[in-house]
């Protein structure tokens, strides 16, 4: 299970945070249970006026995210799903993707939350889009890493002081 190991970490006080949420379209299942995570996230960190953005497919989280970032969101959560089918093309959206938010993220110093998944058959989708009966809810662990680190950051910029 790629869940085991994940760290335990106690929701903090995010009503300060810019927070924008671009999601694709493609598998309509597995992103409603991605984006429900990512809101019960957002929700349980206090994030206050949370903007959703839908776009349609893995492909264009990149530019949509970066275009966030460079209008000052404190984070930005990419959510997505990429299964695996008898072509090349998953291997090209998959590195398109986590190269596109990895850049993101560095030329913006903005925390990206990385909520794409990349599986090799629906079933393994649907067991981590955090909907009734998955075994993991990689919407909510995406959000809640993005705004950890959105704090971090805004820490640093002041002077860490812990």
Do not use: N
């Not at 809101?39 to 949509?64: N, S």
């Not at 460079?70 to 695996?84: C, F, H």
């Amino acid at each position: 299970m790629s869940g085991h190991g994940a760290p335990s970490a106690e929701p903090v006080d995010c009503h300060d945070l810019r927070v924008a949420v671009v999601a694709a379209s493609w598998h309509t299942v597995v992103m409603d249970g991605l984006l429900a995570g990512a809101q019960r996230a957002l929700d349980t960190y206090r994030v206050e006026a949370p903007v959703i953005v839908r776009v349609p497919g893995t492909f264009e989280l990149p530019v949509v995210a970066g275009a966030l970032a460079a209008q000052g969101y404190d984070a930005v959560v990419a959510l997505g799903v990429v299964i695996r089918g008898g072509t090349p093309h998953f291997d090209y959206v998959c590195t398109a993707a986590t190269d596109g938010l990895g850049r993101v993220a560095l030329d913006h110093q903005t925390a990206v939350g990385f909520g794409v998944l990349t599986c090799d058959t629906e079933q393994q989708a649907l067991d981590r889009a955090g909907l009734e009966g998955s075994s993991e809810d990689k919407g909510y662990e995406a959000t809640s890493a993005a705004l950890v680190t959105a704090q971090t950051i805004k820490r640093i910029k002041r002077g860490y002081d812990a």
